[in-house]
């Protein structure tokens, strides 16, 4: 059994930067593809980004892409979220998911595994 977990979440100014990590344990992170949804207050989780088992492909939602940026470490079996130029409409519980079988799926109910989530929060 695979766990996740998720840290690095806070406040931060509009235009600022934080970064996310998820610490996977059970099973080397390599094995599976990884990814990030989040979900705001009285609204459905979504998609924002998410990386192929090796690292070598990434996807993004549009409403993110060109400011955050995903990657992983095998060795350290950690995959990381990188957010730039933070808007107020990022504010979110960010979650980390796993997904055993290949390709990048945006559907949440596609991924296998899930941490907790860590709060985002983007003040204007």
Excluded: H
């Excluded at 610490?23 to 979900?39: E, H, I, L």
């Excluded at 808007?87 to 799926?105: N, Q, S």
């Amino acid at each position: 059994q695979v766990q996740l977990v998720e840290s690095g979440g806070g406040l931060v100014q509009a235009g600022g930067s934080l970064r996310v990590s998820c610490a996977v344990s059970g099973r080397t992170s390599s094995s599976y593809v990884m990814g990030w949804f989040r979900q705001a207050p009285g609204k459905e989780r979504e998609f924002v980004a998410a990386i192929s088992r090796s690292g070598g492909s990434t996807s993004y939602a549009e409403s993110v892409k060109g400011r955050f940026t995903i990657s992983r470490d095998n060795a350290k079996n950690t995959v990381y979220l990188q957010m730039n130029s933070l808007k107020p409409e990022d504010t979110a519980v960010y979650y980390c998911a796993a997904r055993v079988r290949l390709g990048i799926i945006y559907t949440d109910s596609m991924w296998d595994y899930w941490g907790q989530g860590t709060q985002v929060t983007v003040s204007s």
